[in-house]
Structure formats: structure tokens, C-alpha cells
């Protein structure tokens, strides 16, 4: 592309202004509504995926990474999404237990940032969540090694028939030790909505720990 066509490309934004009393003392409250409001431009074709979020994780030597996984669950524990343990993010974050999270809510005009502590949910959790996926995705889950090498396509398609084959209608998948969710507990959540000018509004609730109970809220620049 043209190096002044892409210069270019940009649109304007124009919602409304936003304050903290707009979103009130408590952040999962807030998120739940935004989130709401996703879901809802979702359903009218705005929003792809309103709970596809960004994770970022880092390494032992601090190389970071990012991928888009899907939100399954939130409230005020943290926010949760399911993956492989064993994958390049569950390896990042045995070593670097923190991550970051990004709702790109671009048709909206809105994204909200997450970052804090990561754990994995209680067997219990995992257990319960793999049981309501379609039988397909939870033979899935044993088909791929997350995030490693296979010598083609057809590697994972006759591992999947393998495993159909293990597991045949009426029989229960199995839950592997080696999947589960994670989540995030925040220390810190940022709301951002599109302004005119560039002039974005920025409202970050934090906490020291997440021990505390109280959130702080500041305005950030642009």
C-alpha cells in the first residue's frame, strides 16, 4: 500500500463524553455493562465476537506474546478464558503469572484494557465449562497440542478421527488434565471510549493488590 494512503486511513470519532459517575464505583459492573451493550451491537452485525479479547503473556525473559481467545465467564474473581496449559501462553504464564487483555470493541468505539494476576480456575470450573462444549470441541481439546509443530494438516485431521473413534457417540469425552481456565484478577481496568479530536477518554480503576477491596479512579491523557 502507498505510504500516504495508509497515512490516511483514518475515521472520526464522536461519542459522547464520559465520566466516572457514567460508570460508577464498581469496574465488573461497568465492564458488565459495556459488555451488555457489545453483545447487543453483536446481534445487530457492529460487533464481531463481542467476547473475543486480546491476551498478552510474557515469558521468563520478559518476550511478550499475544493471541485472541474467547471470554467465558467474569465477575468479581476476574475474567476467564479456556485454553491448553501446555501451550505458549499456559508455559508464559507458569513462569510469569500476570496477564493483560484487550476488548476491541472498535465499532463501538469503545475498548476496555484488563491487566493483573493469572490462575487457574478450580478443577471444578474447568469440569463443569468442558461439559456444555459441543462434543466436537471437547474431542478437539485432546486433538491439538497447542502450540506445537505438526507436519501438516492431515496430522491433526487423523488425530481427531482417531479420537472419535476412542470416544464414539454415547460415550463421555473425557476432561484432560492438561486444559482449564485461567483467570485474570485485575489490579487494573481501563475504559476507553472514541472522542473528536483524538481526544479519547480515558478512566482507569486500580487497586495495590488484589487483596483490596476499594478501586481508585484516575483520568488518563489521550
Not at 20 to 28: A, E, K, R, Y
Not at 41 to 58: D, F, M, P, Y
Not at 127 to 136: E, G, K, L, N, V
Not at 174 to 183: A, D, K, Q, T
Amino acid at each position: 500500500m502507498d505510504p500516504d494512503r495508509l497515512a490516511a486511513l483514518r475515521r472520526r470519532y464522536d461519542r459522547p463524553p464520559l465520566s466516572g459517575s457514567d460508570l460508577g464505583p464498581d469496574p465488573i459492573a461497568a465492564f458488565a455493562r459495556w459488555f451488555g451493550e457489545a453483545v447487543e451491537a453483536s446481534a445487530e452485525g457492529l460487533v464481531t465476537e463481542a467476547n473475543a479479547v486480546v491476551v498478552a503473556t510474557a515469558d521468563a525473559d520478559g518476550t511478550p506474546s499475544a493471541r485472541t481467545v474467547l471470554l467465558k465467564a467474569f465477575d468479581e474473581r476476574g475474567f476467564v478464558f479456556y485454553t491448553n496449559y501446555t501451550s505458549a501462553k499456559g508455559r508464559d504464564l507458569d513462569v510469569n503469572p500476570r496477564a493483560a487483555l484487550l476488548f476491541p470493541w472498535h465499532a463501538i468505539d469503545r475498548q476496555v484494557r484488563v491487566s493483573g494476576a493469572a490462575e487457574h480456575v478450580s478443577r471444578a470450573e474447568s469440569d463443569a465449562y468442558f461439559r456444555s462444549r459441543p462434543r466436537a470441541s471437547q474431542i478437539g481439546a485432546w486433538a491439538s497440542r497447542q502450540s506445537s509443530a505438526v507436519r501438516d494438516r492431515a496430522e491433526l485431521d487423523d488425530r481427531f478421527v482417531e479420537l472419535l473413534a476412542r470416544w464414539p457417540e454415547g460415550v463421555d469425552v473425557p476432561v484432560p488434565e492438561f486444559w482449564g481456565g485461567v483467570r485474570v484478577v485485575p489490579t487494573e481496568i481501563e475504559f476507553w471510549q472514541g472522542r473528536p479530536d483524538r481526544l479519547h477518554d480515558r478512566l482507569r480503576y486500580r487497586r495495590a493488590s488484589v487483596a483490596d477491596t476499594g478501586w481508585l479512579l484516575d483520568r488518563l491523557a489521550p
